[in-house]
């Protein structure tokens, strides 16, 4: 074998190491997170479920709590329905088994971002380094251990953006066909995807490559087209349940929009609730600029406009698992820069100096990684009690209100099948459907914390519920759940 071939032999096994380590670490956490993450698992899974039994895509564990809910999901877009639809056919329904689909994507996506700093000129060892450090990044491990389709969404957008390449350099409007339906895809998964399809049809509409304009957007117009005809068959709970995120998020004040345009709920600690090793991009980007202007960037201008119109729509959504979903185009940019630092000054001691850099941030990184992993086995007994609990305390055929995290829906789902359970949103519910639900309810779990509490439920009911709450610990902080029985007969629905 030739040097070339061993070099290249080695990279793909250092590669895979990565990998597999990567994927070690998500087993390790299984069923258990270092942080309290919103209970809407359920939300994105039950449509799944329904569509994979022939019940349509309804969501009936929310009870009409957004409009037409129970029977459409049009809360988000159905392609990662359809493919958990799929996945859970051969291998269930369970959340183990949900969330394994999302830990076989994390790994995708680790192949994927090395494919394409490879065909952005990148050296391997840089690559390489860029799928180390996502492996290494916190968001990016939550994200792809969740029932949640972003991490789906980022496997077709680094697609789209491989295969886009290859149209836009090669000027083969064949594979531009192919960027657009994974455009569509990556739409139709999450319109966290729109902008960045948006700026590459734009920047075809620039150059006047109308052929490839037209191939690029003809998927993306049929994908479009098709979600709205599905839409068309409720389109007042169409409109409501796609508004109802964007009325959350119209919520914001202006120093709160300044504050997650920098990211700055994810610098030191994710919102106090969880350890973060997450850079502030803003600087990184900051220094980039510079380069790009002057002309000495590794990456061309349109690569470094997609990255950054990633990193707004990601900062500007300031949800943890958005930045997950930034995490490998944040990464890929770095490496980039280091790349392009040492190109200008390819002295020692710069190498020397970078080689420094690199391995503190790495010693950062497997810090914090160090103290999630270290708080596993605590949470996972913590966990064990707490749901002993409800299982214990929740009354005999009864109607359950959750907002609680952990979630416990799965495992009171397989524990107390007499138990009806409902999940609440942290979204703006109709009132009229939250009251009677309240009404109609025996028992309620919810966690007691004011990021996850929204308006409409900060209100816990009291009349003749008692309540008991229960401290949980994450990796850095402690809140509490409450538990809440209604006093006196059981009411049935």
């Known amino acids: 074998m030739s040097a070339t071939g061993k070099r290249d032999c080695l990279v793909v096994a250092v590669l895979f190491i990565l990998c597999g380590c990567f994927l070690i670490v998500l087993r390790f956490y299984g069923l258990t997170l270092p942080c309290p993450w919103p209970p809407d698992e359920i939300v994105y899974t039950q449509p799944a479920e329904n569509l994979a039994k022939g019940k349509g895509m309804g969501v009936p564990a929310c009870d009409d709590l957004l409009p037409g809910i129970t029977k459409r999901a049009y809360l988000q877009v159905p392609v990662y329905f359809l493919a958990v639809s799929l996945w859970g056919r051969t291998f269930g329904f369970e959340l183990g088994a949900l969330r394994a689909f999302n830990q076989c994507l994390g790994v995708l996506g680790l192949i994927l971002l090395f494919a394409l700093a490879r065909r952005w000129g990148l050296q391997p060892a840089w690559a390489l380094l860029a799928v180390h450090w996502t492996a290494l990044d916190i968001a990016y491990q939550l994200n792809s251990n969740i029932a949640r389709m972003d991490a789906l969404c980022l496997i077709f957008t680094l697609a789209m953006l491989l295969t886009f390449t290859e149209g836009w350099e090669r000027t083969d409007d064949r594979w531009l066909l192919l960027a657009g339906l ?31 304009l037209t191939l690029f957007g003809l998927p993306i117009f049929i994908g479009l087209v098709s979600w709205v005809s599905y839409g068309a068959q409720d389109w007042s709970s169409f409109i409501a349940q796609l508004r109802a995120p964007f009325q959350r998020k119209a919520e914001r004040t202006a120093l709160q929009f300044f504050a997650h345009a920098l990211m ?12 973060s090793n997450m850079p502030p991009w803003i600087s990184i980007f900051g220094a980039t600029a510079l380069m790009v202007k002057r002309g000495v960037f590794s990456l061309h201008r349109w ?15 300031a949800e943890m698992w958005y930045f997950g979903w930034f995490t490998p185009f944040g990464y890929l940019l770095t490496v980039a820069f280091l790349s392009s630092l040492l190109c200008l000054q390819p002295t020692r001691r710069t190498q020397q100096v970078l080689a420094v850099l690199i391995a503190l941030w790495t010693m950062f990184q497997s810090f914090q990684v160090a103290r999630c992993l270290l708080a596993v086995p605590p949470l996972q007994r913590t966990y064990r009690q707490f749901y002993a609990q409800l299982e214990r305390q929740l009354p005999p055929e009864g109607t359950v209100v959750l907002f609680c995290a ?88």
Do not use: S
């Open 264 to 275: 700055l709920g994810g610098l030191g600690n994710f919102f106090a609730l969880c350890p």
């Open 406 to 493: 952990p979630d416990p829906y799965f495992h009171l789902r397989q524990t107390r099948p007499d138990l009806r359970l409902y999940e609440l949103l942290p979204l703006r519910m109709q009132k009229a459907a939250l009251q009677r639900l309240m009404e109609q309810a025996d028992a309620f779990v919810f966690v007691v914390w004011g990021w996850a509490i929204e308006r409409d439920i900060t209100h816990f009911p009291k009349h003749q519920v008692q309540w008991r709450t229960y401290p949980m610990p994450t990796a850095v902080a402690t809140y509490r759940v409450a538990i809440g029985i209604r006093q006196g007969k059981v009411r049935r629905r």
């Open 303 to 317: 690569k470094w406009l997609a990255l950054f119109v990633a990193y707004l729509t990601a900062a500007l959504n």
């Open 182 to 212: 994974l455009g569509a895809l990556a739409i139709l998964t999450h319109l966290l995807a729109v902008p960045v399809v948006g700026l590459l049809a734009l920047l075809l509409l620039m150059r006047r490559r109308w052929k490839g």
